[in-house]
């Protein structure tokens, strides 16, 4: 069964490489299928186009069909195209003639747009749990280790000294920084796109402001080519918060990876959360780590890859972008088990201390030394020349155990308090409630 089809149908070669994958994905849309057609049907009665007997009767059906899906009881037969068939086929078989009428003033195009915004409204939900959680984890282990100090680098050459407390929080208010621009992808995935059907609108007196309030959306896309032209950017934006968070923990599973070497030994972790060698005896490799880095790498180069499949597409939909799920669908559940496993390892961290004991890193003092000089009323540029002498005639002798950072941000004032207010502002802007409010109110209602 196609929603398309007439009296012919395609040859199998044709739907074979067209269908592509779709099936795979379409089952993680279909509750929101059911949500959408709940909400549509709604609205057909309320403009007359369904009588309330029959709405009465879609509804019934469609909860049926979503406390199936819900049980993992729904499957998309053999011979139908997708999850939209699926559901309208169910209809029709339980109910009859009702069922044919549900697709009035829709078309397949903007009956996928709003599956897929509702399906990613939940999906960015999910990410900012668990980045939130991750971000607590860090800022805790941030105040812990506040006082540990630990090298510095650049050009991963040893700079200056740093603190655990310094690092751990460094990354807690990139999360922060992660959340807004995850904000944007929420942003454009919380307005309606329903009854723009094809890119065109309809000649039915839709009221797309009902479905918009049924649905819990913040607003609808009001130009209906600009509803369409929605599926693309949506992704694209998302992809660019996504390739943002993955960044970040890109960069602290490196760090950890190369922390975790001998030649650093600045953390380890308990023999259960890493694994072993073949041939050598000694080894405990971080793999977590090192799996994260990489799918975090591969999430990065999210954009470029929607980026062109978007390249050259004129205005109105284009089989083009059914590709889309298959990039953007894997990548959301792998940054959420890369949250996810992050929190869970650091939990068990072991931070090494006195680091800076060691005279391997004496010359991290050197900043320290000038500025003292700098002080006592030397010219910066000839201490940073008397310095840089004593440590080219090893004569350079410091005090380790005197470090003075005060100004904000520094290893001496971490302002966590103000990073927590980032963390606690950027997730206050998802308004999560709402959207949970109108769906459990759609689902309980009696029509």
Request: aromatic share 8%; proline share 4%.
């Amino acid at each position: 069964m196609k929603l398309w089809q007439k009296t012919t149908t395609s040859k199998k070669e044709v739907e074979q490489f067209t269908v592509g994958r779709d099936p795979e994905f379409d089952i993680l849309l279909a509750p929101y299928d059911v949500l959408g057609s709940m909400a549509h049907a709604s609205m057909l009665t309320s403009i007359g186009l369904l009588t309330k007997e029959e709405n009465a009767l879609l509804q019934k059906g469609l909860k049926e069909i979503y406390v199936e899906i819900e049980q993992g009881k729904f499957a998309i037969e053999p011979g139908v195209e997708d999850v939209h068939s699926q559901v309208e086929l169910l209809l029709t078989q339980r109910y009859g003639e009702v069922g044919k009428k549900l697709h009035s003033g829709r078309s397949r195009n903007d009956q996928v747009l709003v599956d897929l915004k509702l399906f990613y409204r939940d999906a960015i939900r999910e990410l900012v749990l668990e980045a939130s959680a991750l971000a607590s984890q860090l800022m805790q282990l941030a105040e812990t280790h506040k006082n540990d100090l630990m090298p510095g680098y650049t050009h991963t050459q040893l700079a200056m000294p740093s603190s655990f407390g310094l690092w751990f929080s460094s990354f807690a208010e990139s999360i922060s920084e992660d959340l807004a621009l995850l904000q944007v992808a929420f942003d454009l995935s919380n307005k309606n796109p329903l009854g723009s059907a094809a890119g065109y609108g309809s000649s039915f007196p839709l009221n797309r402001t009902l479905t918009t309030q049924l649905l819990g959306f913040e607003d609808l896309h009001h130009n209906v080519i600009n509803a369409q032209n929605s599926r693309g950017k949506t992704e694209r934006t998302l992809a660019f918060a996504l390739a943002g968070m993955a960044g970040t923990m890109n960069k602290l599973a490196s760090d950890v990876c190369l922390f975790c070497n001998q030649h650093f030994a600045f953390v380890s972790f308990p023999d259960d959360l890493t694994t072993g060698s073949s041939i050598m005896p000694h080894k405990k490799n971080p793999d977590v780590f090192e799996l994260i880095r990489a799918k975090t790498n591969q999430v990065q180069g999210l954009p470029s890859t929607i980026g062109l499949l978007l390249s050259n597409l004129t205005t109105g939909y284009h089989r083009d972008m059914q590709l889309l799920k298959e990039e953007i669908f894997p990548a959301l559940s792998t940054l959420r088990s890369c949250l996810q496993m992050s929190k869970f390892m650091l939990e068990s961290i072991q931070v090494r201390k006195n680091i800076l004991d060691d005279p391997a890193y004496v010359h991290l003092f050197s900043v320290e030394v000038v500025n003292e000089l700098v002080l006592q009323g030397i010219p910066f540029r000839d201490a940073y020349k008397q310095v840089g002498g004593d440590i080219e005639t090893n004569r350079f002798v410091p005090n380790q155990q005197k470090v003075i950072h005060t100004h904000e941000g520094s290893i001496g004032n971490l302002c966590l308090p103000d990073i927590q207010s980032k963390l606690d502002q950027a997730r206050s802007k998802f308004d999560f409630q709402k959207m949970d409010h109108a769906i459990a109110s759609l689902l309980n209602s009696n029509f």
